[in-house]
């Protein structure tokens, strides 16, 4: 079974501030990690994913993620957020078929 | 861009109506997915098909029912709607072999009054 960890339900930051989201997880199966943003009123959409490789991953509008697995995180940064990254954001990891969500952060951007 | 259209963004139905909830994608995806989201639980999987008229529950399949009989359009049923299914349903689809890229629609915000 897998599960996830977001550590934060709300975040707010200022506008240029930098930004991180941290996620834990656990699963017994090889681990694929993802990123998703829901913008308001939106579905959601892929920020960046892990698979393999490089635990450095980077994403869609600058945000990047590191893959931990002595911590079993992977963490979401974004040096410096614009308004326009308002949104809540999921963790995931997939199991054997299906995406396990965290329970979201939502990420409000202050001028 | 690969589309995933839902039939409403937005329904109001009556405590004990049956309700349809419909999906249609536009990318020849063999997996569509139900989830829903509700704050503070992120999304939980409903129901989920792998191919036409097949299906398979999620984690939380009580109360809901599925029919594919079509490659493109997966429909969510509530068979008798209770005020405790008031919330945000979200379709998705993918590829067979890539179940982890999954393409979500607009979402349906449903309140059962």
């Known amino acids: 079974a897998q599960s996830v960890t977001q550590l934060d339900s709300q975040v707010p930051v200022f506008e240029e501030a930098p930004v991180e989201l941290r996620c834990n997880y656990s699963?017994?199966?090889?681990?694929?990690l993802f990123w998703y943003v829901q913008y308001p009123n939106q579905g959601l959409q892929l920020l960046l994913k892990?698979?393999?490789?490089?635990?450095l991953v980077k994403g869609i509008n600058g945000f990047e993620a590191e893959f931990n697995k002595s911590q079993t995180s992977f963490h979401l940064r974004k040096p410096s957020v614009h308004i326009s990254d308002t949104a809540e954001y999921f963790c995931?990891?997939?199991?054997?078929?299906?995406?396990?969500f965290g329970a979201g952060t939502t990420v409000t951007v202050r001028a | 861009d690969v589309k995933v259209t839902q039939s409403s963004r937005y329904l109001v139905k009556r405590t004990g109506e049956k309700v349809f909830l419909e999906c249609v994608q536009d990318?020849?995806?063999?997996?569509m997915f139900w989830y829903r989201q509700d704050p503070g639980l992120g999304l939980r999987l409903i129901y989920f098909?792998?191919?036409?008229?097949?299906?398979e529950k999620g984690d939380i399949p009580e109360g809901y029912s599925v029919s594919r009989e079509k490659k493109e359009r997966f429909s969510l049923i509530l068979e008798s709607a209770s005020t405790n299914q008031t919330s945000m349903y979200l379709c998705?689809?993918?590829?067979?072999?890539?179940?982890?890229?999954?393409?979500f629609g607009p979402g349906t915000r449903l309140t059962v009054t």
């Open positions: 990318m020849d995806h063999e997996n």
């Open positions: 995931a990891v997939k199991g054997d078929y299906k995406l396990s």
């Open positions: 098909s792998y191919d036409v008229k097949m299906k």
């Open positions: 699963s017994s199966v090889s681990v694929y």
């Open positions: 892990y698979l393999s490789g490089s635990t």
């Open positions: 998705a689809s993918s590829f067979w072999d890539r179940s982890h890229e999954q393409y």
